[in-house]
């Protein structure tokens, strides 16, 4: 019964700027923690930022570029990332654990070209 919505893909220059969004839908509750993973052909899927009540936390490759936070109460997260590079290509999953179950998004692709 729970969908993750995800928005906010496209294609962008080295250097430009774009922000991810996730809306959850459904009977989800009682969120541990809210992130984005990201995974570029032929490369395991990798944690791109995360979001807790313990803090964030984020992949050294996009760390002082990327910044996530969250809103709605907890039921939308957000993914802003600035000073791209061509190596961020990737299509984005975002991901929600809850104490009961993880949730994941369809995806959505970046593309960075240089």
């Known amino acids: 019964q729970v969908q993750l919505v995800e928005s906010g893909g496209g294609l962008v220059q080295a250097g430009g700027s774009l922000r991810l969004a996730c809306v959850a839908y459904?009977?989800?509750?009682?969120?541990?923690?809210m992130g984005w993973y990201r995974q570029a052909p032929g490369k395991q899927r990798e944690l791109v930022a995360a979001?807790?009540?313990?803090?964030?936390n984020y992949a050294h490759s996009v760390k002082g570029r990327f910044t996530i936070s969250n809103d709605n109460a907890k039921n939308t997260v957000l993914l802003q990332m600035n000073s791209l590079k061509p190596e961020d290509t990737a299509v984005y999953y975002c991901?929600?654990?809850?104490?009961?179950?993880?949730?994941w998004g369809q995806g959505t692709q970046v593309t960075v070209s240089s």
């Open positions: 991901n929600v654990e809850t104490t009961f179950s993880a949730y």
């Open positions: 459904g009977s989800i509750f009682s969120i541990n923690t």
């Open positions: 979001i807790s009540s313990g803090g964030t």
